[in-house]
Each structure stands twice: as structure tokens, then as C-alpha cells.
């Protein structure tokens, strides 16, 4: 299927119903996934085409919501670890605290995914760790469509 702002989008071989395709953002093409979840496809097509106009905005909010949920974590628990040193011991890592800033701009938006329609819907993004949680990946979710008022923030993988 072919649409002027979402681009080319495959129905899923496995999963019949559920589509997916690819966005420019910024200077990066990011996976895009879009699931009517029972609703009508032309609705959820509709939510996508209002995630992607307000990519940029959601994006700062999400990237914000994630630093506020997880600095902390970070700071407090992931930055120190051990690693295999190689000659059959370990070694320990201390990673310097990092500010919100700073967290905000090591990770990298990977994906968006759209279920449902603009009545029933939720929106995620989805952010490469930067290796600051050991390759898990943060999700960023909406329940309330592009507005990301509230959004819940965790770490997958």
C-alpha cells in the first residue's frame, strides 16, 4: 500500500491486518508499524498521518518523559558493572553520572508503532539505549494519541 505521507507499507506475512513501513526523521529512516487492532484501517492510517506530522514534537516529549523516569535509575544502578576482563576475571566499569541533557541526546528513536484508531489508540516510541542500559531498548507509550500527556516509559529486552 502506497501513502503520500506514511510511504510504502507491507502487510505483515504472519500477522495479517498489521502493517509496516519506514519514515524519514531527521537525518534517519526509522521503523514505522501501524495495527488497527480490530478498528477500522482508514482511522488508524488517519492516527498515523497526525503521529508523523507531529513526529518532531512527540519526540522531545518522549525523550523527556524517558529522562525523567530513568536518569535516575541510570545514575543510581546501570552505570557501574562488571565485564569479562578478557584473561578469565573481571573488570569493573564506572561510567560517569549524566545529566538530563545529556541522556536526552544519547538515545536514538528507532521506531514508532500506531494500534487502534483516534477514539482507541496508543502510540509508541521506541529508543535505541545508547548502551546506557545494556542494549535494552525504551519504549515511551500514549494512551491519549499524539497529546503525550501522560505517557508510560520502560525499558524492553
Known amino acids: 500500500m502506497e501513502d503520500n505521507i506514511l510511504g510504502t ?48 514534537t512527540i519526540d522531545a516529549k518522549a525523550r523527556h518523559a524517558a529522562a525523567q523516569h530513568l536518569l535516575k535509575s541510570y545514575n543510581e544502578n546501570w552505570r557501574e558493572y562488571t565485564e ?34 483516534s477514539l482507541d489508540s496508543s502510540v509508541s516510541v521506541a529508543y535505541d539505549d545508547g548502551g ?8 515511551v507509550v500514549s494512551f491519549d494519541g499524539v497529546a503525550f500527556s501522560d505517557p508510560d516509559v520502560s525499558i524492553v529486552g
Open 132 to 139: 546506557m542500559f545494556c542494549g535494552h531498548a525504551i519504549w
Open 9 to 56: 507499507l507491507r502487510e505483515d506475512e504472519r500477522d495479517k491486518g498489521v502493517f509496516h513501513g519506514s519514515i524519514a526523521h531527521g537525518d534517519r529512516n526509522i521503523g514505522l508499524s501501524l495495527n488497527p487492532d480490530g478498528g477500522p484501517l482508514p482511522d488508524c492510517l488517519a492516527l498515523a498521518r497526525s503521529v508523523v506530522s507531529e513526529l518532531s
Open 84 to 117: 569479562d576482563d578478557g584473561n578469565g576475571g573481571f573488570v569493573v566499569v564506572s561510567n560517569p553520572e549524566i545529566t538530563e541533557e545529556q541522556f536526552m541526546s544519547t538515545i536514538m528513536l528507532s521506531s514508532v508503532s500506531i494500534a487502534g484508531d
